[in-house]
């Protein structure tokens, strides 16, 4: 029996009030004008409420009220949500999570869940969110403030990777917990190459000479489709040759020989024979789909995909697959931080039960079932010496691996990061479309980037 079903879009929208407490500071939060904001109650930070919510949820869920969530999140190929799910259900008996599917485009599901939850809809209980939504889902007012939860319930945030918790902290309040993280990687056909290239220059160099060997069609494939795919793909290839889109002081400096450098190594690798005709439309569904059929010797993608060469129901290279370091530019090899966290919509009904499912899904034993089912890497330091995470993939065993996510580079933290991944998109397509230099691109990128962030 499948306890947990979709639900087709329910429309109730209250009224929401919308504005955020602009500045930092704990006590701010008590300020925040959350009229309608059932959390309210809960919202005292002082030292009496903290652990006095004792993980007694089984004794007392006899008297509990019962409460329906609905739970939002793109398609999950891997099976691991309907686990997750059925595991939190069991534990909390009282709580039926109801699932609703969004676009597996970021992108595209960004903008459904800013469509609703600017207009106030209070049919999401909890999300799924990219790293790179937190701070306008703060700014915007959409979302709960979550460190009530976290005080009171004692949350380690130490436990997790920095960079992770830094995703979802915005004006020094924490608005999303990391569920689990993502660095890019190069996949290879060790059937095909012994070893994988050290440097773009080698990776072009090794892609056209071993293009067609074992039934290969392609050398490589990258996601340079217009979306934010492409935009995680840039900013690897910027870092790797020491460039930045903003730098430390929040300058705007992609204009930079660097940059261009980058650019410019793109644009040779989508226009060689070596990548399929279509490459300006691969995303990464179309990246796995092909690398599994046995179509390429590299092909750049995320760690979801390492536990999908190896299942043997969806792959065809199950077994002569390998993975390492994205190729270096000039400055060294860097990753693209990607990954997701979870929010809670602030005009929840049931803000209660919607922390306790994102505590339970970012938990440890929520991110077990997140890494061995869905072969997604865990937020949480520890788990990555858990016998059974490190038995599931080899890549969770894999030190330099989690050094990668560790030092994974992130995109532009910012309440306006949409607009700079739309200029990012546009002036990168139009370059490796061929429409616009390197050079062009990284001027037009800058200063449109500056007028934005100046509005
Ligand atoms: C992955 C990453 C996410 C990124 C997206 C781009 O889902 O986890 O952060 O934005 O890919 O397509």
Known sequence: MKIWKKVLSGAVAISMVSVMAACGGDDDANETPVNDDPANETENNNADNVNNNDEDGAEASEDQEEVTLTYARGHDATGATDKLVEAFME??????????EMP?????????????????????????????????FAQGGYVLELDRFIERDGIDMDAYFEGTVDSGNFDGRQWAMPKFTDAGLLYYRS????EAPETWDDLIEMAGEYQG??????????????????????????ASYGGEVINENQEVTVNSPETIAAIEKMVEIVESDFVPGNILNFDEPSTHTAFLEGQSVFARNWPYMQAMTEDEGQSQVQGNVEFALLPAGDAGSAAGLGGWMTMINRNSENPEEAWEFVKFMTGPEGQKITAIDGGSAPTLRDLYEDEEVRNAAPLFADEEFVSTLENAVPRPVSPIYPQISDIMQIELSRALAGEISAEEAAENMESQIESALAE
């Open 191 to 194: 059937d095909i190459v012994d």
């Open 91 to 100: 534990e909390n008996p009282h709580i039926t999570v109801e699932f609703r």
């Open 213 to 238: 060997e074992e039934g290969t069609d392609f050398g490589y494939l990258m996601q340079a489709n217009q979306y934010e795919g492409l935009v995680v793909n840039a900013i690897e290839f910027i």
């Open 104 to 136: 597996a485009d970021t992108g595209q599901s960004h903008d459904q869940y800013v469509t609703e939850f600017s207009a106030g809809d209070a049919t999401i209980d909890v999300f799924d969110a990219d790293v790179i939504w937190p701070a306008e």
